[in-house]
């Protein structure tokens, strides 16, 4: 069974939104004039029938003043009584006989029971419309004063009234017509100029998408189409500046791949072409090489993956004690520097969210300490009120670095030469971001640096929820 169709399945919603708005325009104003034209007639149609009504009535009430009845039967009353040529007149009595004068020979009106009650005195006046002879007449009767038991009937043609009403009528649809007409091309001429900053937009926009340039639409004026405009602005600054970031991203990367993998290269083919000609400690040694570069790449990748991620994958989220957190994070780190010292001072600290992206914030934050500090230092750690402080007793952070320390791939002058990628306090921040928390770098009082992060949470077991600004 075929479902009915509605005014949308016709083309509605394909029109364009000028067209909709003539449409629902001239729909609008047709009604409105349409009802003013409508009651304007039922108005003037009423008031005239009031009018011609009470007119009647007073010269029916003249007319039976100043009658005489004659020998035979008729009233004889003097025009100037009557003030119409279209009026005809008739006595009816209570028996219900109707006597006409001498000279009126068409047919008069039928009359009936309101007649006949006004001729027996049971009613003091009853008026109606009757038609004879193909006209319609107003027809009143009233009481004679000089002859009762009779009724004066007067009965006036509409003719008159029918023709100015008729005339009136199709004045008024002519007005509503030409108004529906008015208010059509008015409705076109709104939509048309009305919707010219949206189609100027549409037309920017369309060539954005065309081209690929991101450069900000001029925007003039104050009204909803220039918030738009302006709200569209920002999302380009937001999309140049995430494919700044994306160019900028791939072109580091091939710079930081290109010197693993060259060296990589480099010793796999002195491997090739050596071959046996080398030393069982030159082989060992270049192999070693080797394995450190592929563990180097591998670390680089990961990092890289990890950063370039638009969306993070779905992640499993809970409730995360950061001391424990912390314990794995020096134990695994404290096994690749065994020559440190540990000091770390953890209090209980309980925050909602990612446990391995947590964890792997906390190990580059110890990473970082360790790769910085000299072969029997210390590396203070301190877990107080949700704010993790690790100082190392290294070199420390020039002044002129600490505000790039957590960009991506940025490496101090004195880190050059030390092996590491640059990513590992860039993903730090990313992490930590993500959990609604802050970290920043600073002077230890040790003399080495300090790297602070902060995550907001509870000194107990907190709820299964990422806070707001994680979501």
Same mark, same amino acid.
């Given at each position: 069974?075929?479902?009915? /169709?509605?005014?949308?399945?016709?083309?509605?919603?394909?029109? &364009? $939104?000028? #067209?909709?708005?003539? !449409? =629902? %325009?001239? +729909?609008?104003?047709?009604?409105?004039?349409?009802?003013?034209?409508?009651?304007?007639?039922?108005?003037?149609?009423?008031?005239?029938?009031?009018?011609?009504?009470?007119?009647?009535?007073?010269?029916?009430?003249?007319?039976?003043?100043?009658?005489?009845?004659?020998?035979?039967?008729?009233?004889?009353?003097?025009?100037?009584?009557?003030?119409?040529?279209?009026?005809?007149?008739?006595?009816?009595?209570?028996?219900?006989?109707?006597?006409?004068?001498?000279?009126?020979?068409?047919?008069?009106?039928?009359?009936?029971?309101?007649?006949?009650?006004?001729?027996?005195?049971?009613?003091?006046?009853?008026?109606?419309?009757?038609?004879?002879?193909?006209?319609?007449?107003?027809?009143?009767?009233?009481?004679?004063? /000089?002859?009762?038991?009779?009724?004066?009937?007067?009965?006036? &043609? $509409?003719? #008159?009234?029918?023709? !100015? =009403? %008729?005339? +009136?009528?199709?004045?008024?649809?002519?007005?509503?017509?030409?108004?529906?007409?008015?208010?059509?091309?008015?409705?076109?001429?709104?939509?048309?100029?009305?919707?010219?900053?949206?189609?100027?937009?549409?037309?920017?926009?369309?060539?954005?998408?065309?081209?690929?340039?991101?450069?900000?639409?001029?925007?003039?004026?104050?009204?909803?189409?220039?918030?738009?405009?302006?709200?569209?602005?920002?999302?380009?600054?937001?999309?140049?500046?995430?494919?700044?970031?994306?160019?900028?991203?791939?072109?580091?990367?091939?710079?930081?791949?290109?010197?693993?993998?060259?060296?990589?290269?480099?010793?796999?083919?002195?491997?090739?072409?050596?071959?046996?000609?080398?030393?069982?400690?030159?082989?060992?040694?270049?192999?070693?090489?080797?394995?450190?570069?592929?563990?180097?790449?591998?670390?680089?990748?990961?990092?890289? !993956?990890?950063?370039?991620?638009?969306?993070?994958?779905?992640?499993?989220?809970?409730?995360?004690?950061?001391?424990?957190?912390?314990?794995?994070?020096?134990?695994?780190?404290?096994?690749?520097?065994?020559?440190?010292?540990?000091?770390?001072?953890?209090?209980?600290?309980?925050?909602?969210?990612?446990?391995?992206?947590?964890?792997?914030?906390?190990?580059?934050?110890?990473?970082?300490?360790?790769?910085?500090?000299?072969?029997?230092?210390?590396?203070?750690?301190?877990?107080?009120?949700?704010?993790?402080?690790?100082?190392?007793?290294?070199?420390?952070?020039?002044?002129?670095?600490?505000?790039?320390?957590?960009?991506?791939?940025?490496?101090?002058?004195?880190?050059?030469?030390?092996?590491?990628?640059?990513?590992?306090?860039?993903?730090?921040?990313?992490?930590?971001?993500?959990?609604?928390?802050?970290?920043?770098?600073?002077?230890?009082?040790?003399?080495?640096?300090?790297?602070?992060?902060?995550?907001?949470?509870?000194?107990?077991?907190?709820?299964?929820?990422?806070?707001?600004?994680?979501?």
């Amino acid at each position: 069974m075929t479902a009915p /169709r509605t005014w949308i399945d016709f083309g509605w919603n394909r029109r &364009s $939104l000028a #067209s909709r708005v003539t !449409v =629902l %325009t001239t +729909l609008a104003v047709g009604l409105v004039v349409g009802l003013i034209a409508i009651g304007g007639y039922i108005t003037v149609r009423a008031q005239v029938q009031s009018t011609f009504d009470s007119s009647l009535s007073q010269r029916a009430q003249t007319a039976a003043q100043t009658f005489h009845v004659n020998p035979l039967g008729y009233a004889e009353i003097p025009q100037w009584a009557l003030g119409a040529g279209d009026v005809r007149i008739a006595l009816y009595d209570n028996q219900g006989q109707v006597s006409l004068p001498p000279s009126d020979t068409t047919p008069f009106p039928k009359l009936g029971p309101s007649e006949l009650a006004v001729a027996q005195g049971s009613s003091r006046q009853s008026m109606r419309t009757v038609a004879a002879g193909g006209k319609n007449y107003r027809v009143v009767a009233v009481p004679l004063q /000089r002859g009762a038991g009779s009724a004066l009937v007067i009965a006036q &043609s $509409l003719s #008159s009234e029918e023709h !100015v =009403l %008729t005339k +009136l009528g199709l004045l008024m649809f002519g007005l509503g017509l030409a108004g529906v007409i008015a208010a059509g091309l008015a409705g076109w001429g709104v939509a048309t100029g009305g919707l010219r900053p949206v189609r100027r937009l549409t037309s920017d926009v369309e060539r954005i998408a065309r081209t690929e340039d991101l450069t900000p639409i001029p925007v003039s004026g104050d009204d909803e189409i220039a918030r738009l405009a302006r709200s569209f602005n920002d999302m380009l600054v937001a999309l140049a500046a995430s494919r700044d970031r994306q160019k900028q991203l791939v072109a580091d990367a091939g710079h930081e791949l290109r010197t693993p993998l060259t060296s990589m290269r480099t010793n796999v083919d002195l491997l090739t072409q050596a071959g046996l000609s080398l030393s069982e400690e030159q082989r060992e040694e270049l192999l070693g090489d080797v394995r450190a570069q592929m563990e180097e790449l591998t670390t680089l990748i990961g990092d890289l !993956v990890e950063l370039a991620r638009d969306e993070p994958l779905p992640p499993v989220v809970g409730t995360v004690e950061l001391p424990e957190v912390l314990e794995h994070g020096v134990t695994r780190v404290r096994r690749r520097a065994p020559s440190l010292n540990w000091s770390v001072d953890a209090h209980p600290w309980w925050v909602v969210g990612e446990a391995p992206g947590i964890e792997r914030a906390i190990t580059n934050l110890l990473d970082n300490a360790a790769k910085w500090s000299p072969e029997g230092g210390t590396v203070h750690v301190t877990l107080k009120q949700g704010v993790l402080t690790v100082d190392d007793e290294g070199p420390g952070i020039p002044e002129d670095d600490l505000p790039h320390v957590f960009d991506r791939f940025y490496r101090a002058t004195e880190s050059r030469s030390m092996p590491g990628s640059g990513l590992g306090l860039a993903i730090v921040r990313q992490v930590v971001e993500r959990h609604a928390g802050t970290v920043e770098a600073g002077r230890s009082p040790y003399g080495g640096a300090r790297l602070v992060m902060r995550l907001p949470g509870a000194p107990a077991p907190m709820p299964r929820t990422l806070p707001a600004e994680a979501r």
